[in-house]
């Protein structure tokens, strides 16, 4: 399931790509041998698509599937040229059992983990027990703003407790996720890595600093209206536009490699 804005989508695409661990990369590819079949779970508009098509052979063949059909007419229109690319729409949360994930298939997503619930990524896992795993750029909690305001931390408290809010899949793990299904992986017999994949924004990333100022922002205020969100808020986008502002946002990326 996606829904999200493709300006957003746009806006990021560079930063995910840039903060991507290319050891799990290459072992992903290694894994997927000569002929590589992948399955791009909620592929938006084909970042992950645009990110990992160079790393593989020419021989690839992509299932990419999201829930909007706004974002997959934008994935048809962009995707790389000589290799072959089906898209469908499927709703992820009700449908993940017609997903053809057969053993040795690929099965990646960015940025979807942590929008899900523990029953749905354990569904997943048990699919892709015969399956060869990448999820990349998956939130684990960590915001860490220079210089700091005495209201971070209830900021980021209160938009992580909206990470844990139902985004389709039942109540979301949020910044739990990505350590959920690795252990629940390595319990059934898979080889896990995982890598960080920070966000680390400065000086010279003011537009997706201005944009993070205003999502957690908004974000922290449905969970808890009695925040002083609109000090905060300009605080932290006047910070920005005098270049004083630097924000990591934590992430992790999953590699699991079946028994």
Known sequence: MSGFDPTWLAL???????????????????????????????????????????????????????????????????????????????????????????????????????????????????????AVMLMTVSFDGRIIWGPENPADASVTDAFCRHQRSDKGFGPALGPNAAEHIATYLQRHGHQVRLAPSDWIFGAEDRRILDAMIDGIAGAAGEIDPYLSLETWRAQRLGQAKTSELSLTIGHLDLLALPA
């Open 12 to 130: 990021r695409e560079a930063y995910d790509h840039a903060v991507r661990d290319v050891g799990l990369t290459k072992a992903f590819v290694k894994a997927l041998g000569p002929e590589p079949r992948l399955i791009d779970l909620g592929c938006g508009t084909g970042s992950n698509l645009r990110y990992l098509a160079p790393h593989l052979p020419k021989t690839q063949r992509w299932l990419c599937i999201d829930y909007d059909p706004i974002l997959l007419e934008q994935l048809e229109a962009t995707k790389p040229a000589g290799i072959e690319v089906e898209t469908r729409c499927l709703d992820l949360a009700a449908s993940l059992d017609d997903v053809p994930i057969e053993p040795g298939v690929g099965v990646t997503a960015a940025a979807l983990l942590d929008l899900a619930s523990a029953a749905w990524l354990e569904r997943l896992a048990e699919h892709c027990r015969e």
